[in-house]
């Protein structure tokens, strides 16, 4: 026999056969995929735990005063307990008031969407110079910012 018709006589895959491995690789991959998304769109949907985030709505450094004025607000799902005030890294806690009130003395429950007006007094500011205002709360929520001197 020679060598061109052995390579003739040799078939490969029926067409059936062919199209059958193809419906398989199709499905498979659409089993992989559908399993992915579900994955990914059961964990975007699910209810996370409810967490607090805090935000600033306004900032005012005074340098004449020597005061900086800023109000958070609570945009999480849950009250949050503001306990410390850092200024440049610095522990303000004590000369910071809410409604008059020292934060040191009183800790200041914040409930969702609830604004507390911070008064955190900061001798020595420079004008134009950027201070870094850090709130903390008793859970760990965390916001800082930096306000410029004015």
């Given at each position: 026999m020679s060598k061109k018709r052995q390579l003739r006589s040799k078939r490969g895959f029926s067409d059936i056969v062919a199209s059958l491995i193809?419906?398989?690789?199709?499905?498979?991959?659409?089993?992989?995929?559908?399993?992915?998304?579900?994955?990914w769109i059961g964990g975007a949907t699910t209810n996370p735990r409810m967490t607090g985030h805090l935000s600033?709505?306004?900032a005012y450094a005074n340098t004449t005063g020597g005061s900086i004025t800023c109000a958070v607000r609570n945009v999480g799902g849950t009250s949050l307990v503001l306990s410390d005030v850092y200024v440049q890294g610095v522990n303000c806690t004590a000369s910071t008031k809410i409604n008059n009130v020292s934060l040191l003395t009183s800790p200041y429950n914040l409930t969702v969407q609830q604004v507390a007006n911070l008064n955190i007094t900061y001798a020595g500011m420079t004008l134009?110079?950027?201070?870094?205002?850090?709130?903390?709360?008793?859970?760990?929520?965390?916001?800082?910012q930096a306000i410029p001197a004015q």
């Open positions: 193809l419906m398989l690789l199709a499905v498979a991959a659409g089993v992989v995929v559908y399993g992915y998304l579900m994955g600033f709505d306004t134009s110079t950027y201070y870094t205002v850090q709130v903390v709360c008793k859970d760990g929520t965390t916001i800082s």
